[in-house]
């Protein structure tokens, strides 16, 4: 069984992660969508159980995907779930240089390899950190968010 994983905070969960979701499906049996759940670099994060729900509805009708937490490295979610792929998303070349050695230490360290999917043109500027700052100054950013229509 082919099994990938995609990883991130997800906080929130964007158009453009959906997308990569449903772009890498036909790749794999199985991908797990890893939500971190302790991330130092962004304490303020929604709890992850109201992130995991969110998104465990968006794909209720999908049997190959599954949503899960995840605690430290994504190779050590990866080789816990039975991965052999890291699915990313890229949006531009400072997405690319950290993916990059990421990707490197992935494969060295864990055996992982890293595949890189680049964002549709017209999401490019979608960030789950622009739609808090957004949301923070009360914008309505609902149409960056993915419905339940697919």
Do not use: C
Not at 6 to 34: N, Q, Y
Not at 82 to 102: L, N, P
Not at 119 to 125: H, Q, V, Y
């Amino acid at each position: 069984m082919k099994t990938g994983i995609f990883v991130g905070t997800f906080d929130p969960f964007t158009i453009g992660h959906d997308s990569i979701v449903r772009r890498a499906l036909p790749l794999f049996d199985r991908l797990v969508i890893g939500v971190v759940g302790d991330n130092v670099n962004k304490p303020n994060m929604r709890p992850v159980e109201e992130r995991i729900k969110s998104i465990t509805e968006l794909y209720q009708d999908q049997p190959a995907i599954e949503v899960k937490p995840y605690f430290g490295l994504a190779m050590d979610f990866a080789r816990s779930e039975g991965a052999q792929f890291i699915v990313k998303g890229v949006r531009s070349v400072t997405d690319f240089e950290y993916e990059q050695w990421q990707a490197d230490f992935n494969r060295r360290l864990g055996g992982i390899e890293t595949i890189l999917l680049y964002t549709e043109p017209e999401l490019a500027s979608v960030s789950s950190s622009a739609l808090r700052e957004l949301s923070h100054f009360g914008v309505d950013v609902s149409e960056f968010l993915p419905h339940k229509s697919h």
